[in-house]
């Protein structure tokens, strides 16, 4: 009898299977490097294995940073949301030549802060295999995106 298998475990099956699939090309390499003599095989197959298994505890250490990532930046976007559209409030009674200065400021802020956004949903779709290549871009512009939002809030306060 057969019974169905929740979404989990067919994910679980085909990492496994992708695995298997790993370790058996990393393994064929090795004995390709030794020339395919015999009496190797199982060396050959155990450093596979223990390649393959380093190779996804990198992974899963990779996607674990990018997900804590990318939670401490949603948490900071929308407490610059906030800070952006109490800067809009309190502009409510400035005199209009400052209002239209601080607008000019507002929407370059809420541009940069889009920008950063579409990056770091880009950073999300391609996963961890982009992850050490985008990491020290989004943060640098996600310094330069802090700063321009606390030197706009300084002047207008």
């Known amino acids: ?3 169905p298998q929740s979404p989990a475990s067919g994910d679980d099956a085909g990492r496994a299977a992708n695995r298997r699939q790993s370790v058996e ?3 064929y390499f090795k004995a390709q490097q030794r020339g395919f003599a015999p009496g190797g095989e199982l060396d050959d197959w155990l450093e596979a294995e223990a390649e393959m298994a380093l190779l996804a505890a990198s992974l899963e250490e990779d996607e674990a940073a990018i997900q ?3 939670k401490k930046l949603d948490e900071e976007l929308k407490e610059w949301h ?3 559209s109490r800067l809009i409030d309190s502009t409510q009674p400035a005199r209009k030549e400052l209002r239209a200065e601080l607008q000019l400021q507002l929407d370059a802020l809420e541009k940069r802060r889009a920008e950063f956004r ?3 949903d880009e950073v999300r779709k391609q996963g ?3 992850w050490s290549d985008v990491k020290t871009g989004l943060e640098s512009a996600w310094k330069d995106l802090r700063a321009s939002l ?3 809030a300084s ?3």
């Open 150 to 152: 606390d030197q706009s």
């Open 25 to 27: 090309v990393a393994a």
């Open 1 to 3: 009898m057969n019974t």
């Open 68 to 70: 804590t990532f990318g």
């Open 82 to 84: 906030a800070k952006l």
């Open 128 to 130: 961890t295999l982009a």
């Open 155 to 157: 002047r207008f306060k």
């Open 118 to 120: 579409a990056r770091l």
